[in-house]
């Protein structure tokens, strides 16, 4: 049974915060803090959460990846139920990554095929994704590479829109 952990992270900008979903492959009955270290209990096992670890119960036969998957909610980037032109994208990130489009909030199922893309595609030119829709939904997925996770972090991912109004 997997537990899920909702998580919200305050920031030193402006006191923003942001939440994210974690998704555990075994269920929690406890967590407990000491000093900067979280603990989680599942069971007769306590395991230590560390930014450095990409597999949970490492060492042990129970190994899992640890999988990364950052996905904005449904971004509207301009006047409401108007389709954009969305012309393509940039991303700064560190780790493999497969980048997916959702393209209709009606179907939560509905994102293009991931796409393995350069973790630093500043430098050059952008990353074609000529997509029209009301609004869009990025993923951005860190998988694991041979049966390993991986270490990750999205730095910066920005979409380029073609304007397509009129003018009168």
Known sequence: ???????????SVG???AWSRYLFPFTIQAFARLGETLYIRTGDDVLRLSHATTLDYAGDPRAEP???MVQWPWLDMGQLGRSKMMVGFDIVADGQTNVSFGTNQSNLTAF???CLVPSDSVPGMIIPMPLLAPSVSVKVEFPAIGGLGQPWELKALNVYLSDQRMMA
């Open 66 to 68: 640890v999988l990364g």
């Open 112 to 114: 293009t095929i991931p």
């Open 15 to 17: 006191g923003v915060g």
């Open 1 to 11: 049974m997997a537990s899920e952990v909702f998580v919200y992270t305050m920031t």
